[in-house]
């Protein structure tokens, strides 16, 4: 008797198993039995021991194969998709009478190379996201859409035009504006049609008619009227403030643009630069320099980036710390400084000898004193300022206004010059003495600094140098480090719309929540955002200068 029932087979053979029942599962397909009665009767010619129950299991034939090679698969896949119509399904759901609608905003990728394993994560979990409300009985809006510009494809596409031309030998390093932005477009656009095509085929629920690129005149339109209603309504303004500059990409950097290195290798360098006006010192310090026979006080700045030496405009302390006068043994010569005396166990570190205290000053009294700048005769003030701390150094910060956010806000409260000597990669000026003009800063600039300083032509004395492994900025793109340099830039006001962004947010339900403890605290503290870039392939600013009545 043989029985089945859809992809099951049932049989059972009389002569040789009576009451025993053999299951076979398979997939239903065109299967053949008529062979099984000829080979139960050929089991009575069987002569080998080993194979005497061979003609016993009675097994059905299928064409069906076993695997489908790589090819095949591929063919399959698209007769599936076929078949299936998958790309109706998208246009099918937007004609139904659903009450109920999702949207899902795409972040688009950039269109700047093949898609990777980040791309499939991103457009599959949306997708089943999108399957999900659909079956819920929602209607979905997902429009695809792709980054055409900004650094990255920038790179990419000047990278394929001088592999192209390498061996034409035509000349790469110098394409004006309007060429980089040819080959950018070009390159975003070959970019966009393939990650298209391949995300296609990953039979996304999407309609691809719908699509849009940040490069279409009608997108750059709409970008730019949102750009003039910000700056009508006074939140776009340019200024001269320190960002994070990447001389690697030669483009500003936005913090979010910055990964950190926290193996990074910084030189350290505990400068002493004299004070100018002793007199301005308490009389009780000045007495116990006269007892120990010192004229001179110096004041001990300790700096990871001593390349910025020369854009000094001030030291900076704490008002109600303590402050000791030191007398130690540099070279055999006794001069007096003075260093906070919660961090007197760095003096450890240096290569001095016989240190002594002999006294001891509140930060507030130096708010008179001047020194003289570790590289000309100019006379600097200290001031006190808020971002002192006690974990590292001296208690006394060398204030570069042009390098560093904190010595910038001290510049505005005290008016201090901005100055900024260094070019776009990342370069001394051509206009920078002392043989630093063209010297790279990361490279080797802070050597060549430390050369100066230690070559005696200073007032300054090098109390020591050393090598500190930190966390450093790097641009996320290049992998190199950055550094903060003063330059012209666009801003977004934020400070006067993150109150209203801080409102919205928390209607705003965010998973995970721990993000939103993040995103809030950067919304509070952050007072602008950085929003221009040095490149070519960028939204250009448009700026018109409108004279009406001789006013401009």
Sequence with gaps: MLKTRGSLSFASKSRACNKSWLICLGRASAVSFSSLDKRSNSAKDATRPDQKYKETVLLPRTSFPLR?????????????????????????????????????????????????????????????TLRNKLLQGYKVHYRP????????????????????NKKKKIRTEKLDPLAIREKAREFANEAQVLQQNVFNRWGLLVNWEEKYKTMEPQYIKRQLQLFAAL?????????????????????????????????????TVYLAVPVTNTAMLPNSLQEIMSDHG?????LVIWTTTPWTLLANQAICYTEDKSYALVKVKKDGSSIAVIWAEELLHELNQLDISDAEVLGS???????????????????????????VTMDKGTGLVHTAPA???????????HKLPLECHIDESGRYNSNVGYGLAGKSVLEDGNSAMLEILESRNTTSVVLGV??????????????????????????????????????????????????????????ERRPYWCISRQRSWEYPFLCFMIQRQGIQ
Excluded at 98 to 122: F, S
Aim: hydrophobic fraction near 30%; glycine fraction near 6%.
């Design 68 to 128: 489908v090679e790589g090819l095949k698969r591929v063919q399959n896949e698209l007769q599936i998709q076929k078949k299936a119509n998958f790309q109706s399904l998208y246009t099918w759901q937007e004609n139904q009478n659903r009450k109920l609608k999702y949207v899902l905003h795409d972040g688009p990728p950039y269109a700047n190379g093949k898609p990777h394993i980040g791309h499939a994560v991103n457009k599959i979990l949306k997708d089943i």
């Design 145 to 164: 859409g792709w980054d055409c510009h900004g650094l990255p494809i920038e790179l990419k596409a000047l990278e394929k035009f001088r592999k192209e």
């Design 231 to 267: 700056h009508e309504g006074g939140h776009i303004y340019q200024a001269f403030k320190p960002v994070y500059f990447s001389p690697s990409s030669g483009s500003a950097l936005a913090e979010a643009e910055l990964e950190y290195n926290t193996k990074h290798q910084s030189p």
């Design 294 to 298: 010192l004229d001179k006080v110096h």
């Design 361 to 387: 000053i509140k930060g507030g009294e130096l708010s008179e004193v001047t020194y003289q700048h570790p590289l000309d005769n100019r006379h600097c003030p200290c001031l006190s300022a808020t971002h």
């Design 403 to 413: 390098h560093g956010h904190d010595d910038f806000t001290v510049a505005l409260q």
């Design 466 to 523: 050393g090598t500190l492994i930190h966390s450093y900025p790097y641009d996320w793109r290049t992998k190199k480090p950055v550094i903060i340099r003063a330059s012209k830039q666009w801003f977004i006001n934020t400070d006067k719309l993150k109150d209203k962004a801080l409102t919205a947010l928390h209607e705003v339900s965010i998973l995970p929540t721990n993000i939103q403890t993040g995103m809030v605290s950067q919304l």
